[in-house]
Structure formats: structure tokens, C-alpha cells
């Protein structure tokens, strides 16, 4: 039985969610959800199946007046960040791209870290 839940969403991401609809073909906004949250699920099994030590890459995307912020969160995980590239986009908006090396715990924490720090975007860890 599915149930019924209710979600607030700032402007610039409802209209987000209602241009994936449309470009996806998605029937409703529930559906588009839905999906999202199958993508989330997927990548976390993935995570959970990372041992030993492991090498990724680690993508953020935030607004530029974020961008001290996140060198502070980048700072906190220095141990396991080998490469960073830093990358102006449009839009007043910055592309972080991390290669990772270090055990699979502490990879999952960063990606962790990053994924729910509202100040980013876009995050994605790509285990290689």
C-alpha cells in the first residue's frame, strides 16, 4: 500500500522537478520523485559495496559564494583528496571535481558529507 507523504521544495527546485517531468516524459511529479529516489537507493548499494581501499572521483557543484564553505568540508576529508580541480561555471556556479584514494569507509563518509550539505547542488561519487 503506498503512502502518502508531503515535501516542501524551494522554487528553483520545484521548477527543476517539473522540467525533468516534462523532458523525461515522467507522468506526474510523484513519479518523477519516485525515480530520484530509485537513483539514491541504486548509488548508496553501491556505495555499501566499496572495501579495502578504494580510488574515486568525487563531483560537486554549488554557487560561487559557497565556495569557502566547501573548501572547509573539502578540508575535513584532506586525508583521502589526492587531486582537486576547481572550475567556473555559468551562472555564478563552480564545478569541484576530487580524486579520491582511501579506504572505502572514509570514501563513503566524504561522498556522505557532500551529498547532504545543502550548500551543494550536485553531488555524485564515482568509484572507478
Known amino acids: 500500500m503506498a503512502k502518502i507523504i508531503s515535501i516542501s521544495l524551494s522554487e528553483d ?3 527543476e522537478l517539473e522540467r525533468l517531468q516534462k523532458e523525461m516524459g515522467f507522468s506526474g ?7 530520484g529516489i530509485r537513483m539514491l537507493v541504486s548509488d548508496d548499494k553501491e556505495r555499501a559495496k566499496l ?11 554549488h554557487k560561487d559564494e559557497y ?3 566547501i573548501s ?6 584532506a586525508p583521502i583528496i589526492k ?7 555559468e551562472n555564478e556556479k563552480c564545478l569541484e571535481i576530487y580524486v579520491l584514494n582511501g579506504q572505502a569507509e572514509k ?4 561522498a556522505r558529507a557532500f551529498q547532504k550539505n ?3 547542488d550536485l553531488s555524485k561519487l564515482i568509484p572507478t
Open 67 to 69: 565556495v569557502k564553505d
Open 29 to 35: 511529479k510523484s513519479e518523477t520523485i519516485r525515480a
Open 72 to 77: 572547509e568540508l573539502a578540508h575535513m576529508h
Open 83 to 89: 587531486t582537486q580541480i576547481h572550475h567556473h561555471l
Open 107 to 110: 570514501i563513503r563518509a566524504a
Open 51 to 61: 572495501t579495502g581501499v578504494v580510488d574515486a572521483v568525487l563531483l560537486a557543484i
Open 13 to 15: 527546485l520545484l521548477e
Open 118 to 120: 545543502k550548500k551543494i
